[in-house]
């Protein structure tokens, strides 16, 4: 059962302040009004299993020193026209062997004019920045969009560094004491193989689906009978209509014939698929024939191509069962997971091992300049 836990604190702010009385703000006031904390600081825990007292309160203590440092930065200490508001949440591991994740997340509210009473008063809403703790899938927008369940996702743009940090497409700062890199690419060999399980998983579940539905060869003929009879009915129909209209139109007449032969071909072959199996075993052909070939691809590859990272092709790719990239190409996307490496498993599940400067996107002129401000070495000093 998911437990929560709310912990309230309560930090000094500057005093509002406000046009004499009677005077109606413009927005130029606005802009210079001192703003406050409009909500207490809060915490929140939603873990499974609550963390040891003494570890819960270390980490509540350096989520904290990692608020402070946010709201401390020159761009947001002085800070204008806004009201503000800080908090934390902290979540369970999405895996087994990593430490718990947790954010620390700061919103300014706007300064507008009140319709009714004319005064400032700040809005309910604001672009919020946060800085995350030990969740690279932040970086990924939180899903693994070529597959959920293995965890694989396509590779994150390196767009430079900001300080002598690594940052990431979306401007996501990524500190680490280890240095060890977030990401590793997926094998061409892992990926086929993974796509190899989820066919045969699908196989094993579409047959336990048919397993208890009865087979009806009598309705079976019935099919291949009626088509058969349809596309005699047709052949003969079109025939007649061809004799009338040759000698007037005989380029039209043969156009038309060249059409209907390769759909009637196409219908034949159709039928005789049907007398070829039971409507089971057509069905399940494709899945059957879709292992096989990727069971093929797998087995073509040479060893320095299993170990080769996977690639999503720019366009495409009809050549390869699997959709990857031409063999030895890359020019595409490489296919990556978080590096198994990026936590130490032994340390305790609270400790702070990755610490995310979170996307700026919401705010660029407000936020670049927090990033670049922030005290990254104090950060630095609270990873453990």
Do not use: C
């Not at 406000?18 to 001192?34: C, K, M, R």
């Not at 009915?233 to 038309?256: F, G, H, I, N």
């Not at 990857?324 to 996307?333: F, R, Y």
Request: no cysteine; charged share 25%; glycine share 8%.
């Amino acid at each position: 059962m998911i437990r929560f836990i709310l912990l309230m604190g309560v930090f000094g702010a500057p005093l509002l302040s406000l046009p004499a009385e009677g005077q109606t703000p413009g927005a130029a006031d606005f802009s210079n009004i001192v703003g406050h904390e409009k909500r207490p600081h809060h915490d929140t825990v939603q873990t499974a299993k609550p963390l040891p007292p003494a570890e819960s309160k270390r980490l509540s203590g350096k989520l904290r020193q990692i608020r402070d440092l946010i709201v401390a930065t020159p761009t947001l200490s002085n800070l204008r026209g806004h009201d503000w508001e800080t908090f934390t949440i902290v979540k369970d591991a999405p895996e087994p062997g990593r430490p718990v994740v947790a954010s620390v997340t700061y919103i300014p509210f706007a300064y507008f004019k009140d319709p009714r009473s004319g005064k400032p008063i700040s809005s309910e809403e604001g672009p919020h920045f946060a800085i995350h703790v030990n969740d690279p899938e932040i970086i990924l927008g939180g899903l693994y969009t070529v597959d959920q369940e293995a965890r694989f996702a396509p590779e994150p743009r390196p767009v430079g560094e900001l300080g002598g940090f690594p940052v990431f497409a979306g401007q996501f700062v990524v500190l680490s004491k280890r240095g060890q890199p977030v990401f590793t690419p997926v094998t061409q060999e892992r990926y086929l193989n993974r796509l190899i399980e989820k066919s045969r998983l699908e196989l094993k579940d579409l047959g336990a689906r048919f397993k208890d539905v009865p087979e009806d060869p009598a309705a079976n003929k019935r099919e291949i009978d009626g088509r058969t009879a349809g596309l005699k009915a047709a052949r003969a129909e079109q025939e007649q209509r061809w004799a009338v209209m040759a000698p007037k139109w005989p380029d039209r007449v043969a156009a038309e014939r060249a059409k209907f032969d390769a759909k009637e071909k196409k219908q034949l072959q159709e039928i005789e698929d049907l007398k070829s199996g039971s409507p089971r075993q057509r069905f399940m052909r494709p899945f059957e024939a879709r292992q096989k070939e990727l069971e093929a691809e797998l087995a073509s590859l040479s060893p320095a191509e299993r170990s080769a990272p996977a690639y999503l092709p720019r366009s495409p790719n009809k050549d390869r069962p699997s959709g990857l990239a031409a063999k030895g190409s890359t020019d595409g996307t490489r296919i990556v997971t978080i590096n198994p490496g990026l936590f130490d498993a032994k340390k305790p599940k609270s400790e702070i091992q990755l610490l995310i400067l979170g996307t700026t996107q919401y705010s660029q002129k407000l936020y670049d300049p927090v990033q670049q401000q922030i005290d990254k070495a104090a950060l630095l000093g609270l990873i453990d």
